[in-house]
């Protein structure tokens, strides 16, 4: 009674300031941060702590905390804590639980995991261990829970991950940013099973650094929940002193320096040796020395999945390569050092002799005065095919194709076009006769241009441009189909609240092999995109026809859509015969109305 008393009290005080202020306040919604993310308990339970933060407290508004979990109990709180006691955990496996906080209208959920008295622990087996690398075999003790493992600089464990709960929550950090790039790059619908290791793992790593400390550790983890459900188990390892196991010596020849590209000779004093190859900016050996350069290309090439064992870029014996038509590499600057990089590796993909390296300064870029000859040699109703003849055969070239009213834009401004396609047209770089094909990646009936311009490390030539038009679609064959039936239905019925359901049912003739239908916004009854731009005919039979489309119907018995009650609809068809011949294309438009 004397906390509602209390409670009244400062109430009616409020209210009394309130009215005699002059100016009054504008109430400003306090703000509660939750600090402490997840507990977990230890099996004999004990005392633990949450923390939080407030800004802006409010008069009356009072913090509190509860939980469903019978183990959980005894609240008490501190300035910014909240204490709780756990129970012991005599239930013979781990148990999850929650703590809901409250103030005001503001609140967060802590998750709380106990670990169990048979606790999960983890055996590191490491073997073929290197001065770079490791493999290793993580076996848990349970082979059927989820776990995540990692590998820590141990003076970084450490310093800042010796805490258990505190190298916990940096390792499910780091699991929720795997989860979240799998979501984005391989299965939005990916869950925390897909990024955790489970039952024994087994791998091999090559970006470890010579004699230094390292620490691994492991722990299970709630595949559902994303807590964790075991104890960690840390194992201490150090990798050994690099030593020199080959004595082989490289000889580096330049035979050939272009402005983008290098042809070179490699001659291993030790013909038996296995050697990697790679290319660098001499400034980055400079700064970071060979040895480490070196280091570099195999973690690189390690990360990228080579087979150390055997792979194509593992050489023995003499070598003679360039850079631009062996290596793949397009991006060499003109007037800018370059080094091959030389040193043995084994098949575990650590290195084996000393690294040797050559520099060479690739030239200038020099105008060329070689010229290009574009013809057509055949039109097709979805594209092209052009033949690219330049003048010099062994000098580098862009070329491409772009629709005829993007290029329009740069009509008189050849220099500022060429530059445009350098940063920002991905194409490709050719050297000798070039076989365009473009036969089915172009629209119909549109006017295109086909361009080449030298370029090596930078413009050497003046561009050649070529205009050309792609065919129109036949449309005069006599496969088609018969529009039944058109059906309207409450969009409710179908997972459509307050929408509209159309369905056109189509009957195909006797010479209609395919057939294709797709429903359009239109005005009027001119079919347009989501902006309100129109489709002509030639545009809507190649968004029919294209076999990416994922939004058409093929050889359906109808074609359906939701679509806002009074929005007008037209549904598009056309069908082709056994030969491929098209016929009429069919528009039929649709107004719902309730």
Not at 72 to 78: E, L, P, Q
Not at 175 to 187: A, G, M
Not at 193 to 222: C, E, H, K, M
Not at 395 to 424: C, H, L, R, T
Request: charge should be negative.
């Amino acid at each position: 009674m004397k906390r509602v008393i209390a409670s009244l009290i400062a109430v009616l005080a409020c209210a009394v300031v309130t009215s005699c202020s002059t100016n009054e306040e504008e109430f400003v919604e306090p703000l509660l941060e939750q600090i402490t993310k997840s507990v977990t308990a230890d099996v004999n339970g004990g005392h633990y702590e949450i923390a939080y933060s407030i800004s802006n407290p409010a008069a009356g508004f009072e913090i509190s905390a509860s939980t469903k979990q019978e183990w959980i109990g005894n609240f008490t709180y501190g300035e910014g804590t909240i204490g709780f006691d756990v129970a012991p955990n005599d239930t013979g496996g781990p148990r999850n639980g929650s703590i809901s906080v409250v103030y005001g209208e503001a609140g967060f959920s802590v998750p709380v995991t106990q670990l169990a008295n048979e606790d999960v622990s983890f055996e590191f087996n490491l073997r073929q261990m290197t001065s770079t690398g490791v493999t290793i075999d993580v076996l848990p003790s349970d082979k059927t829970i989820y776990y995540t493992w990692n590998i820590l600089d141990k003076a970084v464990a450490d310093e800042k991950y010796s805490d258990d709960e505190v190298l916990t929550a940096y390792a499910l950090e780091l699991v929720n940013e795997d989860l979240e790039y799998y979501r984005n790059y391989v299965d939005q619908n990916g869950s925390l099973a897909d990024v955790l290791s489970y039952a024994d793992d087994l791998i091999r790593i090559n970006t470890l650094n010579p004699a230094t400390d390292y620490q691994i550790f492991a722990f299970g983890i709630d595949e559902k929940a994303g807590t964790v459900i075991s104890a960690v188990t840390r194992s201490d390892f150090t990798t050994p002193e690099f030593k020199i196991q080959d004595e082989c010596k490289f000889t580096i020849t330049f035979d050939v320096v272009l402005q983008t590209e290098m042809t070179f000779t490699i001659v291993p004093d030790n013909p038996s040796t296995r050697y990697y190859v790679g290319i660098c900016p001499t400034e980055m050996i400079d700064e970071k020395g060979a040895d480490a350069i070196a280091l570099e290309f195999i973690r690189q090439a390690d990360v990228a999945g080579i087979d150390w064992a055997a792979h194509s870029s593992l050489h023995s014996g003499e070598l003679t390569a360039n850079t631009f038509e062996d290596m793949n590499i397009t991006d060499m600057t003109p007037g800018v050092a370059y080094s091959v990089v030389v040193f043995g590796v084994s098949d575990l993909g650590e290195r084996t002799t000393e690294v040797s390296y050559a520099s060479q300064t690739l030239p200038v870029v020099v105008p060329s005065d070689m010229t290009f000859e574009i013809t057509l040699v055949e039109q097709t109703e979805s594209g092209a095919i052009l033949n690219i003849v330049p003048s010099a055969k062994d000098e580098p070239y862009i070329a491409g194709v772009m629709k005829y009213e993007q290029y329009s834009e740069y009509i008189g401004k050849d220099e500022e076009f060429m530059n445009y396609v350098v940063e920002y047209g991905g194409m490709g770089v050719y050297e000798g006769d070039q076989r365009m094909d473009r036969s089915t990646a172009l629209i119909s009936d549109t006017d295109y241009v086909c361009f080449a311009f030298g370029y090596a490390g930078g413009i050497t030539t003046p561009l050649t441009i070529f205009e050309f038009k792609t065919g129109k679609p036949d449309t005069g064959g006599g496969a088609s189909v018969e529009i039944t039936e058109t059906k309207i239905i409450d969009g409710a019925e179908v997972g459509y609240d307050g929408m509209a359901a159309v369905y056109v049912y189509m009957s195909p003739n006797s010479e209609a092999a395919h057939w294709y239908a797709q429903a359009l916004l239109s005005e009027n009854g001119v079919p347009t995109d989501a902006f309100g731009n129109t489709f002509t005919d030639t545009e809507i039979v190649n968004l029919l026809t294209n076999p990416n489309n994922d939004s058409r119907y093929v050889d359906s018995e109808y074609v359906a859509t939701p679509i806002d009650w009074g929005t007008e609809i037209t549904f598009c068809i056309i069908a082709e015969d056994s030969e491929g011949n098209l016929g009429q294309l069919i528009k039929h438009t649709v107004t719902p109305q309730q």
